[in-house]
C-alpha cells in the first residue's frame, strides 16, 4: 500500500537553529500538507499546498515557516530559527483530492529544540 | 471557532471489554466528521466519517454516529482487543475544500 514517508523521525536542534522537515507524499496525490502537534496537546493544522503554492495557512505558521515541493517528490517543512515551543511531532500528509476522507498521513518526526 | 473536543486518556481496558470514547463538537453549520486512530510508530488513519446528522460510520467494529442535537460523535466498540491499543483522534471538517481540526487524542492502552 503507497504510504507518506517523514525523515528523520527524530530531529533534535538548538534554538536559533534552522531546520528542514522531509517528507515524501503518494506519488500520484496534488495536495500536501503539514500539522503538529505539540506533547499532550491537540494536532494543529499548518499549511496546505497545491500546484506549487500555499493554499492555505494557519496564524502558527509565520515567516519563521516555509514550505517548498523543490523536485516533484519531496515536500519540506523549514523553520528557519527555531524556537523551544516548536517542540513538537510534526505530521506530513497528502491527498490526490480535497477533503478529509483521502487524507494519508505520515509517521510524523518529532521535533525537539533545546 | 470551530473545535473539538475528547474525553482524557489514557484509557486502560481488559480484552472483551466495552469501549466509549467521547468527542463533542462546536463549529457553525454541518461539519463532516471523522475518527482518525495512530498506531505505535505509525502515521494518523481514517478510522470512519460520517457526513450528516444522524449518520453512523462504522469500520473494523467501530462506530460513531453524528448526533448534531448534542454536537457529539462519540467513539464506541463493543469487545476491543489488544490491537486495538492506540491513540484515537476525533475531527471534523467544515466543507470539502477546508482543513481538518482535530482534538487532542485519547490513548487506549487493551490488556489481556
Not at chain 1, 92 to 103: F, T
Not at chain 2, 9 to 30: D, H, K, M, Q, R
Not at chain 2, 92 to 102: C, E, G, N, P
Amino acid at each position: 500500500e503507497p504510504e507518506v514517508t517523514q525523515t528523520p523521525s527524530h530531529q533534535v536542534t538548538q534554538m536559533g537553529q534552522e531546520v528542514i522537515l522531509r517528507c515524501v507524499p503518494i506519488s500520484n496525490h496534488l495536495y500536501f500538507y503539514w500539522y503538529r502537534q505539540i506533547l499532550g496537546q491537540k494536532v494543529e493544522f499548518l499549511v496546505s499546498f497545491y500546484n506549487n503554492e500555499i493554499s492555505e495557512k494557519s496564524e502558527i505558521f509565520d515567516d519563521q515557516f516555509s514550505v517548498e515541493r523543490p523536485d516533484g517528490s519531496n515536500f519540506t517543512l523549514k523553520i528557519r530559527s527555531t524556537k523551544l515551543e516548536d517542540s513538537a511531532m510534526y505530521f506530513c500528509a497528502s491527498s490526490d483530492e480535497q477533503g478529509a476522507e483521502k487524507l494519508f498521513f505520515g509517521s510524523g518526526t518529532q521535533l525537539s529544540v533545546l | 471557532g470551530n473545535s473539538v473536543t475528547q474525553m482524557e486518556g489514557p484509557v486502560t481496558l481488559s480484552e472483551e471489554a466495552f469501549l466509549t470514547i467521547n468527542c463533542t463538537y462546536t463549529a457553525t453549520g454541518y461539519p463532516s466528521l471523522f475518527w482518525y486512530v495512530q498506531y505505535p510508530g505509525e502515521g494518523l488513519q481514517l478510522l470512519l466519517k460520517a457526513t450528516k446528522a444522524d449518520d453512523k460510520g462504522s469500520n473494523k467494529g467501530f462506530e460513531a454516529t453524528y448526533r448534531k442535537e448534542t454536537t457529539s460523535f462519540h467513539l464506541e466498540k463493543g469487545s476491543v482487543q489488544v490491537s486495538d491499543s492506540a491513540v484515537y483522534f476525533c475531527a471534523l471538517m467544515k466543507t470539502s475544500y477546508d482543513k481538518v481540526i482535530f482534538g487532542p487524542g485519547t490513548s487506549l492502552s487493551v490488556i489481556p
